[in-house]
């Protein structure tokens, strides 16, 4: 007999929370216990019936990461064993049970960390350090701003450009209240895209020279006016395009700036391209993770049953942080 969980779905009707058939493990797989998962931005597309990746369609169990204990390893597996505690990223983390390649999951760091804390670190920490680090090339001492700053992943990236050494960071939001707690999560300049000056605070906060590089999670209308107040020869690496996916784009200004504008997600990355991402994560901010160096601020906590009520509050983008379905 098929043993089930409950889980998020999505239906032809809407994502529904209902039982569904509990998964197991391949050979180099670590199913785990969920305890707590977080939504992302993806989560909502997926919902309303797009594809993200592999992911998507009647059937698609929402939710990329998650914590809990592992309950069975596959055969191939080591170092990780039933019983520990871990944080991972995988799919169909919206379940009592999800399923995350060996290679996604990371120890829960030995400290007072509850389950909801730990669910919001593995795609935020992977996301922004894959962005800045090894796509962006930061170096000691160098200008960024995050477009995009006061959602989850963006507060992190903050907090990441901060401890791999930045000298200055600003982050963007249009909201007054979330700009007014950048400075929290390591913003020196928090600005507000619909104020059309915008790009001359940012030059101005850096002698005139402009952002060394600019993470951006908006896109959409916003681009030329980045790209204004990005130094000659910096990089820009899009992220996300919550803003449109569409937008006129100023061929000069990219060339006269010479930007080297770098795209980037996790759609069309390998497994082994994903897991060489976890390992250069790891090994510059793993420690730092454990000493407690970055952390998210929770919005909100949901039951699992509540998923579409967690799901519907994260679309009214009232949100400051992660929210949260505790399990």
Same mark, same amino acid.
């Given at each position: 007999?098929?043993?089930?969980?409950?889980?998020?779905?999505?239906?032809? $009707?809407?994502?529904?929370?209902?039982?569904?058939?509990?998964?197991?493990?391949?050979?180099? $797989?670590?199913?785990?216990?969920?305890?707590?998962?977080?939504?992302?931005?993806?989560?909502?597309?997926?919902?309303?019936?797009?594809?993200?990746?592999?992911?998507?369609?009647?059937?698609?169990?929402?939710?990329?990461?998650?914590?809990?204990?592992?309950?069975? +390893?596959?055969?191939?597996?080591?170092? !990780?064993?039933?019983?520990?505690?871990?944080?991972?990223?995988?799919?169909?983390?919206?379940?009592?049970?999800?399923?995350?390649?060996?290679?996604?999951?990371?120890? +829960?760091?030995?400290?007072?960390?509850? &389950?909801?804390?730990?669910?919001?670190?593995?795609?935020?920490?992977?996301?922004?350090?894959?962005?800045?680090?090894?796509?962006?090339?930061?170096?000691?001492?160098?200008?960024?701003?995050?477009?995009?700053?006061?959602?989850?992943?963006?507060?992190?990236?903050?907090?990441?450009?901060?401890?791999?050494?930045?000298?200055?960071?600003?982050?963007?939001?249009?909201?007054?209240?979330?700009?007014?707690?950048?400075?929290?999560?390591?913003?020196?300049?928090?600005?507000?895209?619909?104020?059309?000056? &915008?790009?001359?605070?940012?030059?101005?906060?850096?002698?005139?020279?402009?952002?060394?590089?600019?993470?951006?999670?908006?896109?959409?209308?916003?681009?030329?006016?980045?790209?204004?107040?990005?130094?000659?020869?910096?990089?820009?690496?899009?992220?996300?395009?919550?803003?449109?996916?569409?937008?006129?784009?100023?061929?000069?200004?990219?060339?006269?700036?010479?930007?080297?504008? !770098?795209?980037?997600?996790?759609?069309?990355?390998?497994?082994?391209? !994903?897991?060489? $991402?976890?390992?250069?994560?790891?090994?510059?901010? &793993?420690?730092?993770?454990?000493?407690?160096?970055?952390?998210?601020?929770?919005?909100?906590?949901?039951?699992?049953?509540?998923?579409?009520?967690?799901?519907?509050?994260?679309?009214?983008?009232?949100?400051?942080?992660? !929210?949260?379905?505790?399990?």
């Amino acid at each position: 007999m098929t043993e089930t969980m409950r889980a998020a779905v999505v239906t032809a $009707e809407g994502v529904r929370v209902q039982d569904m058939p509990r998964p197991a493990p391949g050979p180099e $797989e670590v199913l785990v216990r969920v305890r707590a998962a977080t939504l992302n931005r993806a989560d909502l597309g997926v919902a309303a019936g797009h594809a993200h990746g592999a992911m998507g369609g009647p059937g698609t169990i929402l939710g990329l990461d998650f914590a809990g204990e592992v309950a069975a +390893v596959g055969s191939a597996v080591t170092g !990780i064993r039933p019983g520990d505690r871990v944080t991972a990223s995988g799919a169909g983390g919206y379940a009592e049970y999800a399923i995350a390649d060996m290679g996604r999951v990371l120890p +829960v760091p030995d400290r007072n960390l509850s &389950w909801e804390q730990a669910a919001t670190l593995p795609v935020a920490l992977a996301t922004m350090h894959d962005a800045l680090v090894v796509n962006g090339r930061l170096a000691k001492g160098e200008s960024v701003m995050i477009l995009g700053a006061s959602s989850g992943v963006g507060l992190m990236a903050m907090q990441i450009a901060k401890f791999m050494g930045a000298g200055f960071v600003a982050g963007t939001s249009t909201d007054a209240a979330r700009r007014g707690r950048l400075a929290e999560f390591g913003a020196d300049l928090a600005v507000d895209t619909g104020d059309a000056g &915008w790009p001359d605070a940012v030059l101005a906060a850096t002698g005139g020279k402009g952002a060394d590089l600019v993470v951006d999670q908006v896109s959409g209308p916003t681009i030329n006016a980045a790209m204004r107040c990005t130094a000659i020869t910096g990089r820009i690496v899009n992220v996300g395009r919550l803003g449109g996916s569409r937008g006129e784009f100023d061929f000069d200004l990219h060339a006269n700036r010479r930007i080297a504008y !770098i795209g980037v997600t996790h759609r069309t990355r390998s497994r082994d391209e !994903i897991r060489a $991402e976890y390992a250069a994560m790891k090994r510059d901010l &793993w420690g730092a993770v454990q000493e407690g160096r970055f952390s998210l601020p929770i919005d909100k906590v949901f039951p699992l049953d509540q998923a579409v009520e967690a799901l519907a509050h994260m679309k009214a983008n009232r949100h400051f942080g992660k !929210i949260v379905l505790s399990v």
